[in-house]
């Protein structure tokens, strides 16, 4: 499980960029990735909790969960 901040999220293609707290690295957000979570929408800043999952060397948020851990 991993935390960080919503760096940019696209509203129309569903696409975006999470930095992770940890290390300062990036994970992505596909297309399709708030199904099934509580979210909508995602804003600029926003903390997120969250799994990665590594396919073809990059790194993909899921189970998107709101906060931090521990709360």
Known sequence: MAQGVVKV???????????????????FLRPGSLEGSVFRTLRQGQRLVFDT?????????????????GY
Do not use: C, H, W
């Open 9 to 27: 999220y696209d509203p129309v293609t569903g696409a975006g960029i999470i930095v992770k707290d940890a290390d300062r690295g990036e994970v």
């Open 53 to 69: 999952v590594d396919e073809d060397g990059r790194s993909f948020a899921s189970n998107l969960r709101m906060g931090q851990e």
